[in-house]
C-alpha cells in the first residue's frame, strides 16, 4: 500500500503548486518535490524490489 501513499503525497504537492501558481517559484519547487518523490518511490521499488523475469 505504499504506492497510495506516494500517490496521495505527489497529488497533494501537485494541488499546492496549483494553489500557489501565482508564485511561479513556490509552484515549481512543490512540482519538483511532487515528481522527486516519484521517482525516488520507483528507484526505490526496482532496487529492493527486482521483478523476476
Known amino acids: 500500500?505504499?504506492?497510495?501513499?506516494?500517490?496521495?503525497?505527489?497529488?497533494?504537492?501537485?494541488?499546492?503548486a496549483w494553489v500557489f501558481s501565482s508564485m511561479p517559484v513556490v509552484?515549481?519547487?512543490?512540482a519538483c518535490c511532487a515528481l522527486a518523490v516519484g521517482i525516488i518511490y520507483l528507484i526505490c521499488l526496482f532496487r529492493?524490489?527486482?521483478h523476476q523475469k
Open 1 to 16: 500500500m505504499a504506492w497510495a501513499w506516494v500517490i496521495a503525497a505527489m497529488v497533494v504537492l501537485l494541488v499546492l
Open 27 to 30: 509552484a515549481v519547487l512543490l
Open 48 to 50: 529492493y524490489y527486482p
